[in-house]
């Protein structure tokens, strides 16, 4: 399938550095927000969330920062892979508001062998 | 695999036309969302639903309308379409629709091409 938004930022990597990317969320009363990646032709795929009450979460690989007061979300891919290659989402929800996600615009991950 | 299945995956109708697209939500989920993505506007939430009632409404055009069934599938009707409406359907299912923490599952998409 064709890849959607083809003029997302772009970041450039090479195989086995760290990456990150970088997200600045806008409602303040967000509480909980998600990191998704799409690969080409396929739906977003959920990496790792975290909650407005911690101010960092890791998983396999990834970890996720949240800075409250600047209102800014990061995630960080530890020796990144060729298929890590894909567009990474930030998503942002208020949970009093129900489960609705307001996605970021994207950027896109090229990994360089 | 998310486990959301979304039909059919690609679809190329004419202005004027009307479409359907289903959606069956993964195992055990009761909520269900329909997102569009277009070039120019990202990822828009469209509409959310729970074990058959509306929940919530986004940027929905009056030309859509959704709906959940009792076997909780869901149908995304787009109508009168126009060449605008050409994006990537996304479907996505949760368990409940509030709790924090509750992630939310996509579909692979349907493609839908207006000419």
């Known amino acids: 399938g064709e890849s959607v938004g083809l003029h997302l930022p772009t970041l450039s990597v090479q195989e086995g550095d760290n990456s990150i990317i970088n997200c600045a969320y806008s409602?303040?009363?967000?509480?909980?927000f998600i990191w998704y990646k799409q690969e080409s032709g396929k739906g977003p795929q959920f990496i790792i969330d975290?909650?407005?009450?911690?101010d960092k979460r890791q998983g396999q690989r990834v970890t996720v920062l949240l800075n409250k007061t600047v209102k800014h979300l990061s995630l960080q891919i530890a020796a990144t892979q060729p298929g890590d290659s894909a567009v990474y989402f930030c998503?942002?929800?208020?949970?009093?508001?129900?489960?609705?996600?307001?996605f970021g615009g994207g950027t896109r991950v090229l990994v360089k062998p | 695999d998310s486990g959301v299945t979304q039909t059919p995956k690609h679809l190329i109708t004419a202005t004027g036309q009307r479409v359907t697209l289903r959606c069956s939500p993964r195992s055990g989920d009761l909520s269900v969302y329909w997102y569009q993505q277009s070039l120019d506007q990202g990822l828009q939430f469209l509409i959310q639903?729970?074990?058959?009632?509306?929940?919530a409404k986004g940027n929905i055009l009056e030309r859509f309308s959704a709906q959940q069934f009792p076997d909780l599938h869901s149908e995304l009707n787009l109508s009168s379409l126009e060449l605008g409406d050409s994006a990537l359907y996304f479907c996505?299912?949760?368990?409940?629709?509030?709790?924090?923490?509750?992630?939310?599952?996509f579909g692979e998409g349907s493609w839908l091409t207006v000419v």
């Open positions: 409602n303040s009363a967000s509480d909980y």
């Open positions: 996505a299912s949760s368990v409940a629709p509030d709790r924090a923490g509750n992630t939310i599952y």
């Open positions: 998503a942002e929800r208020v949970s009093a508001a129900g489960n609705k996600l307001t």
């Open positions: 639903y729970y074990n058959g009632e509306e929940r």
């Open positions: 975290i909650r407005s009450n911690m």
